[in-house]
Nanobody, 120 residues
Framework: QVQVVESGGGLVQPGGSLRLSCAAS????????MGWYRQGPGKQRELVAV???????RYADSVKGRFAISRDYAGIAGYLQMNNLKPEDTAVYSC??????????????WGQGTQVTVSS
């Protein structure tokens, strides 16, 4: 079983920055894809950014040029640097990891989410 925990959310003024962290633990052989998703008030969950094990990253058009996704060297922790935040970025941000465990099984695990509120 793989556990995922996010941290780093909070209240920030428009134009400010936050850095979210995603920590995965458990029987992890490899994480192939790590992604950040968000769900704003009254909205459906949407993909924010995703990074593959080879470093390829993809972003939602709404965050390109403002957000940056990264992973640590071991590949089991990830980050979402969010700059120039806007009120429309307000949402619960969740981390998703997809990979394989030491038992030869695949996993697709989610964290509980961390609240990001952008308001003056």
């Amino acid at each position: 079983q793989v556990q995922v925990v996010e941290s780093g959310g909070g209240l920030v003024q428009p134009g400010g920055s936050l850095r979210l962290s995603c920590a995965a633990s458990g029987s992890i052989r490899s994480i192939d894809v790590m992604g950040w998703y968000r769900q704003g008030p009254g909205k459906q969950r949407e993909l924010v950014a995703v990074i593959h094990s080879d470093g390829r990253a993809r972003y939602a058009d709404s965050v390109k040029g403002r957000f940056a996704i990264s992973r640590d060297y071991a590949g089991i922790a990830g980050y979402l640097q969010m700059n120039n935040l806007k009120p429309e970025d307000t949402a619960v941000y969740s981390c998703n990891v997809i990979g394989g465990d030491f038992g030869g099984l695949s996993f697709d695990s989610w964290g509980q989410g961390t609240q990001v509120t952008v308001s003056s």
